[in-house]
């Protein structure tokens, strides 16, 4: 029997998804346009859900806004929850060259 790993409002959902990775640095350069046929596209894609990839930003109002219009859940990384991730691997034993490599990435 499969069970739902989300809900909303107390409802599960099924959720199929996509995941979101900001297409510039700086999201000041993106424009609505652009939001739109991600957002569009992922929907004809038959999505419901996107895991957004914050790289230490969230998406703008616009994003979300458009998200609503095509009925798309967004799931949001947090943004410190690589450095999070980090320092546990190092307690359990990663090594100081590693977790160089690891960051530079």
């Known amino acids: 029997m499969l069970r739902a790993a989300a809900s909303v409002n107390g409802v599960p959902i099924f959720a199929q998804g996509a995941n979101r990775i900001p297409a510039d640095r700086f999201p000041s350069r993106m424009s609505g346009d652009h939001y739109r046929h991600v957002i569009a596209t992922a929907a004809k894609a038959n999505t419901n859900m996107l895991w957004v990839w914050s790289g230490g930003s969230y998406q703008n109002e616009r994003f ?38 690891w960051s530079a990435r």
């Open 64 to 101: 979300c806004d458009l998200c609503n219009e095509y009925g798309t859940g967004i799931r949001q990384n947090h943004v410190h929850l690589l450095s999070i991730l980090r320092q546990a691997r190092n307690a359990d034993g990663g090594s100081a060259r590693g977790q160089r490599i």
